[in-house]
């Protein structure tokens, strides 16, 4: 059977890093944030595709605040790659929610 899509099994669920940032402003932030994110979102896509555990997988602006999204089979090994990158932004408060394959499983890491 020929499919179009190489979706996970049930059996094993993605996990996900969801990291959030405050930016200046009630909307989007400003230029130099939004184009600090565009940088830090490239070098943490090229370090989680070197080292095998996930994508990078965008990002949402909005209402003062910046999320980050990545996908892997553990979310503990993504944080692990990005978590450098995700320290180096200095907009605060920032948080990252770790999802260990559904919402019930959540653990949630200040920065």
Avoid at 86 to 94: D, G, T
């Amino acid at each position: 059977m020929d499919t179009l899509f190489d979706l996970p099994s049930p059996e094993t669920p993605e996990h996900a890093v969801i990291a959030h940032y405050r930016l200046s402003g009630d909307q989007y932030g400003s230029r130099a944030q939004r184009d600090a994110i565009f940088d830090a979102e490239r070098a943490m896509a090229a370090a989680v595709k070197k080292a095998g555990v996930g994508e990078v997988d965008g990002n949402e602006f909005g209402g003062g605040e910046a999320v980050l999204y990545a996908y892997g089979a553990d979310a503990e090994a993504l944080f692990k790659v990005m978590e450098p990158t995700l320290r180096s932004l200095p907009f605060r408060p920032a948080y990252v929610v770790l999802r260990q394959g559904s919402r019930e499983r959540e653990s949630r890491v200040d920065l």
